[in-house]
């Protein structure tokens, strides 16, 4: 069936550092590909999607481009803030929307 | 905005327990669902409804049951509680995808964490 796997945290990483988040995925047809973003004690919320190949979703600094010929869609920032530290959650919509396991993200001063 | 509200934020209970954890947005929108999240396994959908009077099992629906009465309310009972449903549940909503299909950018609530001794 379809499903996504990313990265195992946690990530740690000093402030304006570069982020890189790997998620591959595998699935029968074409679907939309997404980042959430959960901040501590915060529900999940949407932080970029790409809905076909070779499209970039961005926001708030972060980038996804969707590989078709490397099923992925990793995700990165430049130059990271205290700010980031969340769980980021790969997913995909095909038929239903699956998520990733999450990454912990957590930036220090 | 509120946004998607669910009460309790906390909830510890004995096996054998009934309770129902309460969601409401006030976005009107059609869809509507219910999410455990356990460490290492991220999300896993338990039920959803795609309008009043309207619901369907996610992966994992065992224990639980739904209705959907209203458009703005989507509460979650769990029948008999079990240790293995110690967990985090999240309700989120949404305006229903093309075609009627599964939505894309989901509205969370902030979470009932919820432990079964």
């Known amino acids: 069936g379809d499903s996504v796997t990313q990265m195992e945290g946690p990530v740690t990483l000093s402030e304006e550092a570069f982020l890189t988040i790997n998620c591959t995925y595998t699935?029968?047809?074409?679907?939309?590909l997404f980042w959430y973003v959960q901040y501590p004690g915060e529900g999940l919320q949407l932080l970029l999607k790409?809905?076909?190949?070779?499209d970039k979703g961005s926001n708030k600094g972060f980038e996804a481009t969707y590989r078709k010929e490397t099923t992925s869609f990793h995700l990165e920032k430049g130059s990271v803030q205290v700010s980031d530290s969340a769980v980021y959650f790969c997913?995909?919509?095909?038929?239903?929307?699956?998520f990733g396991a999450g990454t912990q993200v957590v930036v220090t001063p | 905005n509120a946004g998607v509200t669910q009460t309790p934020k906390f909830q510890v209970l004995k096996t054998g327990q009934s309770m129902t954890l309460q969601c409401a947005q006030d976005?009107?929108?059609?869809?509507m669902s219910w999410y455990r999240q356990d460490p290492g396994m991220g999300l896993r959908l338990i039920h959803y409804?795609?309008?009043?009077?309207?619901?369907d099992q996610g992966e994992v629906p065992n224990g639980y049951n739904v209705s959907r009465s209203t458009t703005e309310d989507f509460p979650l009972r769990l029948l008999s509680a079990a240790p293995s449903q110690t967990s985090v549940y999240f309700c989120?909503?949404?305006?229903?995808?093309?075609?009627?299909?599964?939505?894309?950018?989901?509205?969370f609530g902030s979470g009932t964490q919820l432990s079964v001794l």
């Open positions: 790409a809905t076909k190949a070779d």
């Open positions: 409804s795609v309008g009043a009077g309207i619901t």
């Open positions: 699935a029968t047809g074409y679907p939309s």
């Open positions: 997913a995909l919509s095909w038929g239903k929307l699956q």
């Open positions: 989120a909503s949404s305006y229903s995808g093309t075609g009627g299909g599964v939505p894309e950018k989901l509205f």
């Open positions: 976005m009107n929108h059609e869809y």
